[in-house]
């Protein structure tokens, strides 16, 4: 089968490699959309330590299965349509056994640790599928992933009806997250230093988006989100809260990163800060939230290439142009 593989830190190809066979609980998935993240850039970069090289990269998709393992769990059938949580927890370790597998000790993702989705088929555990509703595109269903990564950086940081948020990166985690917040009825205020990003979280109802925190007139928030994983606007949405507020570090910051800010300001105005990592028992609440049209999914999903254009897909994401790339190995969105 095809695939996209990134051999060494900085060299990514298409080629070809032998078709995944599923172990006894696993199902072997035809995959129709997967979407490009700031992971998958890590990876082919070669900052995102679990990844062993070389592999096949891909953590956010959906398919329609074509094998089932003789034992898989689920009831699953040839031919069901699936979202798949790339989440690989071992069930043993201590946080495991704590119902914290998203800080598993021995930490896997299909597509990040082991090969994933940027193919045209990729084998997991049963256990990890979803059944999609009909009407429910490959693409949208490859959303499901992000949206529960988002669902359990809500859980996280809490919101009560009323609440005004600060959300700092109007990417598509921004853009999810305030979709989120909002349903929650907080007001929601983006920031974003790309300010070509400004139009759409002004369309979902964001109360004010603007290229700098500064031009907020030193506003206080009750919380404040940052999608960047950005040293300087994590600094910027701490600055921002009002006393006794919350900061959820929802980005993805460089493990060498380091953050300046006021103990006495902790402990004093009794600020919160709070971490999310990845999934944790959000995946079918996501994939609700998807199938019932809470989350405006034409208003992330914008380019779409197929399989043999992976590097340029990898190039569009670092870019910053549009919002959320996807591949289709299958060659459509049905």
């Known amino acids: 089968m095809r695939a996209a ?17 599923p172990r006894e609980r696993d199902v072997v998935v035809r995959v129709g959309a997967c979407g490009i993240c700031g992971t998958d850039l890590h990876i082919a970069d070669g900052h995102f330590p679990p990844s062993p090289y070389p592999i096949v990269p891909g ?8 094998e089932v393992g003789a034992n898989a769990p689920g009831g699953f059938e040839v031919g ?6 790339p989440s690989l ?7 495991c056994r704590a119902g914290h597998g998203n800080l598993c000790a021995n930490w896997g993702a299909t597509g990040d640790t082991v090969d994933g989705a940027f193919a045209e088929y990729v084998a997991v555990p049963a256990d990890t599928c979803y059944r999609m509703p009909d009407g429910m595109t490959y693409r949208e269903g490859a959303l499901v992933e992000p949206v529960s990564c988002a669902v359990h950086g809500v ?4 919101v009560e009806a009323g609440e005004r948020f600060l959300v700092i990166g109007a990417g598509t985690m921004g853009l999810i997250m305030q979709q989120l917040l909002q349903r929650a009825g907080a007001s929601v205020t983006m920031v974003d230093r790309n300010t070509e990003r400004l139009a759409r979280p002004r369309d979902l109802g964001a109360v004010a988006a603007v ?3 500064t031009e907020l007139n030193d506003e206080k928030f009750d919380a ?3 999608c960047t994983g950005a040293a300087p606007a994590i600094e910027a949405a701490f600055d921002s809260l009002r006393r006794g507020g919350r900061l959820l570090v929802f980005g993805v910051a460089p493990e060498e990163a380091r953050v300046s800010l006021s103990p006495f300001r902790i402990y004093n105005d009794e600020i919160t800060i709070v971490g999310s990592m990845a999934v944790l028992h959000s995946y079918g609440a996501a994939l609700n939230l998807v199938a019932t049209g809470a989350i405006d999914t034409a208003s992330l999903l914008t380019d779409s290439l197929p399989l043999e254009r992976f590097p340029e897909a990898l190039d569009l994401m670092r870019s910053g142009r549009g919002l959320k790339t996807q591949v ?4 459509g969105d049905a």
């Open 155 to 158: 859980r996280r940081i809490g």
């Open 211 to 213: 290229g700098d925190v």
């Open 224 to 226: 404040a989100v940052d």
């Open 5 to 21: 593989i990134i051999d060494t830190p900085g060299s990514v190809r298409v080629g070809d490699v032998p078709d995944p066979k």
């Open 80 to 85: 069901d349509r699936v979202a798949v949580d």
């Open 59 to 66: 953590h956010e998709f959906a398919g329609e299965i074509v």
């Open 328 to 331: 289709l190995p299958g060659g």
């Open 89 to 95: 927890f071992c069930g043993y370790c201590g946080p």
